[in-house]
């Protein structure tokens, strides 16, 4: 009978038909290449969402990933053969990779446990330890907004450039204000599996007209004014097509509406996992996450393991997943300084006790009990 179930997954996309208005229009336009106004008005969009209780300029570049925003983003920071950048450690790995196409070395700073963000307290014995640190990426994880206030005040005792990686925290807010502008620089995504998508696709958000038509410059192949293919600095491949961008624009009308969606199953674990040794992802009070992903983490000295919830969640055809792995964890970090406060790295800490549970907005309220009554039966001795 389990093989009758119905699979329940991670997060997948969720489409509305607003979508498809918008890419019939680059359709009936023939306008199928980058470029074009769906990129614009994505753009503008977007803008208008997340600026619009702000007094500042933005100016915003559609591009074909959130990992090329990052790029674009070291790019513009600055960032230079060995040249120290403290990054986020417990996150995904499109984070920080960028920081290494430019020849940066990346020194990881620790989360704190009220977010499991980057800890300020770290980030500053960081800046003791390499005081010629002048870039900082940061990633919100799993939609929680970071420390945010502590965070920006390092930041600028130090000089240092803040570069947001908001892919997980669209529509999160920090004492109402956005998470994507708070850094000089901020990226944000609509991957697949993100809280709106354009089937992959990313977007670069600055203050800075001239620091945007820089990256517009080298993610359009670096192509100086000149009748004849021209160049004088090595360019990418990185804007946004206007089919896709299409996507994007009737997605941000539901963008609102799918955070609220994330919000109802976090409080529905919330509530149907009290009683057992384990606690949700946790966010600072005044903050409002998006909710993007919902995780548990297990009590210190429960028996107990993620792998084996995982597993067996998986025998009933449930997705979940471990916490996102360390990045000084990582083979290929190895050699990387990793910073912390406490003996004990609270990202190892939460990755040795988290997962990340379905939190698919089209899962119904019955299959939401089935996946609480497995995790359950994983603690009924
Ligand atoms: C998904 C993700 C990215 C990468 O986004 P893409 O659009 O897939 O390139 C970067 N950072 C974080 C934290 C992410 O979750």
Known sequence: MGDMRKPIPLATPTMHGDELKFVQEAFDRNWIAPLGFNCDGLEKEMCDYLYKDLDKECHALSLVSCTSALHLAVKLAGVKRGDIVLCSDMTFAATVNPVSYEGGVQVYVDSEEETWNMDPVALEKAFQKYPEAKVVVLAHLYGTPSKMDEILEVCERHNAI??????????ATYHGRQCGTFGKYNAISFNGNKIITTSGGGMLLTESKEDRDKA????TQSREPAPWYQHEEIGYNYRMSNVVAGIGRGQLLHLDEHRDLKEKIYRRYEEG???LPVKMNPYLKDTKP???LSCMI?????????????NKLAEDKIDSRPIWK??????????????????????EDVFSRGLCLPS?????EEEQERVISVIKSCFEV
């Open 216 to 219: 517009f410059f080298w993610a």
């Open 290 to 292: 998006n909710f993007w």
């Open 298 to 310: 297990i009590d210190e000295g429960c028996e107990v393991d993620p792998m084996t919830v995982i």
């Open 326 to 347: 360390p990045m000084h964890m990582q083979p290929i970090f190895k050699d990387n300084d990793f910073i912390s406060v406490g003996e004990k790295s609270v990202g």
């Open 273 to 275: 996992l009290k009683g």
């Open 360 to 364: 698919d907005i089209k899962m119904t």
């Open 162 to 171: 803040l570069i947001e990686d908001a892919a997980e925290a669209l529509s």
